[in-house]
């Protein structure tokens, strides 16, 4: 099992482009995260998803956007970049509310 | 507000050497508290999760303690190694995996 996967490792993006990172999970979690973690703060829930089809907004859901068509992937989609964004993403999946498990993050600049 | 606070915000010590890191919290409603380790460039592993009735638990090296009326819990390594280098973060639940509160984390550096 590859357990969560991350597309792209890393990014640079211009202030008004836009990118979709893209989260896989083969472990037939029910369970999808994304979340943001910046220098000295804790993670923040950006996004979640409780089964496919389905998405509900975190704690910093504004200037991204969720997809979850199929029950394995999880899409972050940011349509127009802003350096605030500048940040590493993760996502994470979980069988039921416990534990997570984690892919190994998505560093994003935008300059 | 919800919080979790841990300290120290970092801790250098010598391999084989024990250390123990210190989580406060001020999360209501307490569902559960993890202790997650993040290598550098990773993402975060879980290492324990206690609920309210537990008190101790050990994964290996790592010992996580909780203490629910003081609302305090601590992550206590024996024997460090050089692998131990990393981020140590505590997260308390409030509920379900979308109620997590998550504190800053520790670095622990390992020196041989």
């Known amino acids: 099992n590859a357990g969560v996967t991350q597309t792209p490792k890393f990014r640079v993006l211009k202030t008004g482009q836009s990118m979709t990172l893209l989260c896989a999970q083969d472990m037939n979690h029910e369970y999808m995260y994304w979340y943001r973690q910046d220098p000295g703060m804790g993670l923040r829930l950006i996004h979640y998803?409780?089964?496919?089809?389905?998405?509900a907004k975190g704690e910093v859901p504004d200037g991204y956007n969720v997809s979850r068509l199929k029950k394995q992937n999880f899409l972050l989609g940011l349509e127009s970049a802003a350096p605030s964004q500048t940040s590493v993403y993760f996502c994470a999946s979980s069988p039921s509310s416990y534990e997570q498990y984690f892919g190994p993050g998505t560093r994003l600049t935008v300059t | 507000k919800n919080q979790v606070e841990q300290s120290p915000q970092s801790l250098i010590i010598l391999e084989g050497k024990n250390c123990t890191l210190q989580?406060?919290?001020?999360?209501?409603?307490?569902?559960?508290l993890r202790w997650y380790k993040q290598d550098t460039g990773r993402g975060p592993v879980s290492l324990t999760i206690?609920?309210?009735s537990e008190n101790t638990k050990s994964n290996g090296r790592y010992t996580a303690t909780l203490d629910a009326d003081t609302k305090q819990s601590s992550l206590h390594i024996t024997a460090s190694q050089l692998s131990d280098s990393a981020s140590y973060i505590c997260v308390v639940s409030a509920g379900s995996n979308y109620q997590l509160i998550w504190g800053a984390g520790t670095k622990l550096i390992i020196k041989p």
């Open positions: 989580c406060n919290y001020t999360v209501s409603p307490f569902s559960n």
């Open positions: 998803s409780v089964g496919e089809g389905t998405t």
């Open positions: 206690m609920t309210f």
